[in-house]
């Protein structure tokens, strides 16, 4: 069972708009949460993170938010520029757990 | 900075052979992971070490074994490989472990097995 889901494969915004990543988790213990961002022929590189004692955390053009009671976080891209297309990949883990990921939301963002 | 280097990037091998994926990172991490990354499967964890001497079985262990003799280095060894594996293989490394942590990633293998 997926214990992280993003249920979107595919993202395209134009340039200068909002781009909105989905993120949902089943599992309840999970207490820590982390977007990777990731280019062809690269490994992912860490972008955001939350935990689950806050209910978002910015950084520059990127957000997240969590809704714990609906298990649910996004990550929020304003403005979405060119430079931002990429696959990115929700993660979460709980205490000492090891990260779950999900299945990645490939970012298409046009000029 | 270095970071994290896995070698070789690419490689083809034929049903059956073998061979071992280098990682090594210079962070003095004690955490080290290989990850694989299927289309539409995302990053799925092979095996992990929480430090020198040490390995653990993730979520897709079978077909796959791992040593960790220095600190810096985590191989990742395909006894008899079979299509099956054929993926984009990472490896990851990470200070101490704990949940509020990120992982460090390197650049990948791209492994084909025909």
Redesign the interface.
Known sequence: DQQVKQNSPSLSVQEGRISILNCDYTNSMFDYFLWYKKYPAEGPTFLISISSIKDKNEDGRFTVFLNKSAKHLSLHIVPSQPGDSAVYFCAASSGYSTLTFGKGTMLLVSP | NAG?TQTPKFRVLKTGQSMTLLCAQDMNHEYM?W?RQDP??????IH?SVGEGTTAK?EVPDGYNVSRLKKQNFLLGLESAAPSQTSVY?C?SSPT????E???????TQLSVL
């Open positions: 994290v992971y990850y539409g499967m995302g990053l799925r964890l992990y993730g990472f990851a472990g704990t949940g509020p990120k992982l460090f990633f390197g650049s990948g």
